[in-house]
């Protein structure tokens, strides 16, 4: 299944800055995804990025507060804009992972950036 | 919109102890995950269900889909200290991943 690198782990920010949070994969996918985790919470879909076009937002997140990037096959960026102490939570990305002869191996997920703002 | 609930919400059972947690979805499944999260870490995947009546085990770990396809239930035997964390169900809905509202184990010796 493929591996994911992701940066920073941690960060603490002061609010009224911006975070980039990078997701690096070491095989070529379709689609990735970035995911919010609040304190004590599950997992929230953010938005599903696909190489070539704008990526596609659940409801509840927009492009200004969280604009993604998706440069090629492997590589993905998540920015938080303008962070307030709300937009403290554990950052993650994820890919489908399809390995050989179409094996399954469950969505595979980056180990998280976890955001403190002040 | 699908919606995962989980239960029950937190579990503390004793090592050795035998324990399941459900998994019942709003909407038929088509893909159901199980994870194991530590806390403050990433996801690590146990296993994946499609077929209605589907039950898998690795190690002391069983999940099983119900024949409906609307319920999972993950089962842990003689729970032990490294099981400790948080199980997440996740459905496959439109080709993204849709995550249950989560079981926090804490499992003492």
């Known amino acids: 299944s493929a591996v994911i690198s992701q940066k920073p782990s941690r960060d603490i920010c002061q609010r009224g800055t911006s975070l980039t949070i990078q997701c690096q994969v070491d095989?070529?996918?379709?689609?990735m995804f970035w995911y919010r985790q609040q304190p004590g919470q599950s997992l929230t879909l953010i938005a599903t990025a696909n190489q070539g076009s704008e990526a596609t937002y659940e409801s509840g997140f927009v492009i200004d507060k969280f604009p993604i990037s998706r440069p090629n096959l492997t590589f993905s960026t998540l920015t938080v804009s303008n962070m307030s102490p709300e937009d403290s939570s554990i950052y993650l990305c994820?890919?489908?992972?399809w390995g050989q002869g179409k094996i399954n191996y469950g969505y595979t997920f980056g180990s998280g950036t976890r955001l403190t703002v002040v | 919109s699908q919606e995962l609930e989980q239960s029950p919400q937190s579990l503390i059972v004793q090592e050795g102890k035998n324990l399941t947690i459900n998994c019942t979805s709003s909407?038929?499944?088509?893909?159901l995950y199980w994870y194991k999260q530590k806390y403050g870490e990433g996801l690590i995947f146990l296993m994946m269900l499609q077929k209605g009546g589907e039950e898998k085990s690795h190690e002391k770990i069983t999940a099983k889909l119900d024949e409906k396809k609307q319920q999972s239930s993950l089962h842990i035997t003689a729970s032990q200290p490294s099981h400790a964390g948080i199980y997440l169900c996740g459905a496959d809905n439109s080709d993204k991943l849709i995550f249950g509202t989560g079981t926090r184990l804490q499992v003492f010796p």
């Open positions: 095989s070529q996918v379709t689609m």
């Open positions: 994820s890919v489908e992972g």
């Open positions: 909407k038929t499944l088509y893909g």
